[in-house]
């Protein structure tokens, strides 16, 4: 029997040493350790971890020793005696005060990083994130520049269930945004968190920066990255449904980049001025506004507007849908209290919250014939809202 | 029998049953018999691991390549959530109240727990509860999907099924405080003269302590729980800023329970381990006063580190370092346990039977979790590490290779008394082998994906984690497919096998293994006899 406790024991290191010494292997592969990343803070909390890991390793590896031993020393096949003793103060004193001076050695280095992390002072410019279920919204408050940011289309179609497309074809799947975050690198760049809905976690690890964003609070981060490239991050934390695919991604530039891409971005917004303005045909409401619907609101009410019964109302054949256009305008805008349904008024331009209200009218089979022009959004928004819903057949109807 | 009935003719019929347990399953609804509400529970618990574990089954199966294969991300939250309220609160805390039920008044000398009826109703207030909880997913709003620390707003979003939630956890948590009373009742009123607080054996001393961190944190979850149920159905705002309240608030008063909570998990099975590690090394405790003195520092240091669970929630920078140093306060004692049972395998005889070998492979796995754990202390390196697969595979080794090992090694070391019939120890370490290695295949790699950047509760990643998850998934099926063992192996010991002796282990020590195997219905009517040499632990 003995014999074969040692072959028993020989094979389980073996099976226990193989992993790690594949793992040696991986050691700086991407897929197995935290990133060093680009920030001096994320240098110094991978410097941290590994001197953590690198203790324990030593503390597990003295502990593991001693016990190994003695189950190889002192077993009863051996002809061992049991000795008598069960206790000793010397011992005990020893082993309490030593691991607290460990600790104090492991504290000091750690309370330092710290009280860098928290310290969110001189910050060169502030970027408010907003989490939604599920994208995120960046504020450039002192630019003036404002988007949403949320899963690569592409991938969100590829990761429905059963879609046939094969998801390794994409190098960055889950991880790539449609609009990223673009800052620039060498500046103090305090982030501010706040939530719309639920709780999420705005986290680049790249960054070594993870900040709850709380509905009704503000939380501070900073960041001051030292080299251009791409960040990937990910929602911390659990939001709901769809929490494992709203992805993070930082696009660090140099300062006249940035520069320019504020620009741009500035051009951006005066061109869907102008978008809303202009007079749409149906069919380029309709399509425009699939492409919104896609994106925003099939993954509660489903691609092919059929929702989950119990969960989330089905938009094919709804009352809200197919009757009164008022209702359905206000329901979109103002969302449902206590519920996912959350109000896409600021969310979405007017151009796409015309074409997602003409889209959901005239598809899943609801044939309503409706269609509305983004200038007719934006007249809700500024105010001219009761005289327009006064007569909504005039308004709303015919159009086209 | 026949002695103790003379000595307790309380003026009844003298039937031959008169002390036997009652016929047919009226038996199990009625009792209040230590050892058959302990039996149910140890069954009850049984069933609860594998319903929990298919759940487990279900989340590694859809994990185990990138794309969403087998279930939609909604049922995939109600999975990761349910599995962990079906573990904590159906699996490790009833299997442990009903290893208390069966040893506790047999390792002091006692003849039952101190309040029997209430003991009847700890046990079968549980089916309901969890018939009620488990319910939830046959509902039309489905089962709960915020994750088991229920945080709100998140969970406020869960349909009408939300309400049978906070009621199945009102119920379990009603059960677990009636246990815990009996348990402090039965130790403080039940030991026989001579059976001092220091003779008695660690698991029931860590007994003692957890049902005080029970008594003292259940209602704190109840409270919680409560104010989630009115902020959702009668309209007040505890947890939302709208109303003047705060979601992180309930993170603080959840956690003030949840910390506590995961030593009530433990505590019972270093009590376990520190009875098996002398049996099988022939040698007695250790330390067994830094032992009781560890356990209670363990406990009274639960209650002051609950936010290092929040790190990310924007707590203020003196919040921060007090949570850290706490935190990392607490490897001192756990330290001090882990040493007390190397130096109780030092120097003794030992030998390695399924139980001693579950017990090593408890402090083996069991203190990797607790090295990880260290390194989650760290503040700036938790803000990396939080809500990772790093958490997950910390949390996973103490609790799988910890707290389940426990009690796997506590029924192969009990199951001969309960029985009086030795298990088949070939099968018994083949179990225990095939589970270690797929054990270790299932939550190592879970470390690495973490680091590499992968949140816990997603149910679909890029492929960049594809390797490490499907082994992690491979080790998930052979670890859950290998317990149908251990079911296989307890039903063979049941109908019969070697039979045992009294003491069953060559090593063992205290009352327990004083009384025949299998132990009869009634045990110590009589107090037995306990002066300063008796061995008692």
Redesign the interface.
Known sequence: MTSG?YR?MLF?VF??AL?SVS?AG?WG???????VGVTE?SG??HA??MR??W??VA??AA??A??IY??FK????KG?????????TT??VL??IV??VI?VV??IP??K???K??DFSDSDMSVKVTAYQWRWQYEYLDEGVSFYSQLNPAHNA????N?DID??QFE????DVDNPLVLPVGKKIRFL?TAA???H?W?V?DL?????A????I??NWAKINEPGIYR?????????????MPIVVKAVTQEEFDTWVSEQKMKTAAADMDAIRQWSKQELVASGERVYQANCASCHQKEGQG????FPAIAGSDIATGDIDTHITTVMNGVN???MQAFASRLSDADLAAVITYQRNAFGNATGDSLQPSQMRSLRHGMRQSALDTPENNFKGVN | MSSSDHAHDHGHDDHDHHHGPAKGMMRWITTTNHKDIGTLYLWFSLIMFFIGGGMALIIRAELGSPGLQFVDPMFFNSMTTMHAIVMIFGVVMPAFVGLANWMIPMMIGAPDMALPRLNNWSFWIMPFAFTIMLSTLFMDSGGPAGGWTLYPPLVLQMGDSFAFVIFAIHFMGISSVMGSINIVATIFNMRPPGMTMMKMPMFVWTWLITAYLLIATIPVFAGAVTMLLTDRFFGTSFFSAAGGGDPVMFQHIFWFFGHPEVYILILPAFGIVSSIIPTFARKPLFGYDSMVYATASIAFLSFIVWAHHMFTTGMPLAGELFFMFSTMMISVPTGVKVFNWVATMWRGSMTFETPMLFAIGFVIMFTIGGLSGLMLAITPADIQYHDTYFVVAHFHYVLVPGAIYSLMAATYYWIPKWTGNMYDEKLGKLHFWISTIFVNVLFFPMHFVGLAGMPRRIPDYNHIFADWNFIATVGAFGFGFSQLLFVYIIMKCIKGGKEATSEVWEGARGLEWTVPSPAPYHTFEQAPAIDANTVTR
């Not at chain 1, 709380?214 to 609070?217: L, R, S």
């Open positions: 406790v028993w389980v099976a226990l992993p793992w991986y592969a991407e897929n197995t350790n935290m990133p803070i110094e909390v941290l971890h953590m890991f203790w324990c503390i597990g502990v593991f001693v016990m003695s189950m002192h077993r009863k096949s061992a005696v049991a000795a008598d003793f069960h206790e000793s011992v005990e082993w309490t691991p607290l600790l492991m504290a750690a309370a990083v710290l009280i992390m928290e590829a990761r429905q269930a879609s998801t390794e960055h799947y889950l991880k968190h809905d639920v709780i976690s986290w690890p070594a920066v993870k900040k709850d709380i509905p009704g609070f939380n501070e991050g990910k929602c911390a934390e659990l939001c709901g449904r769809d929490h494992g695919f989950i019964p119990g969960m206590d519920t996912p």
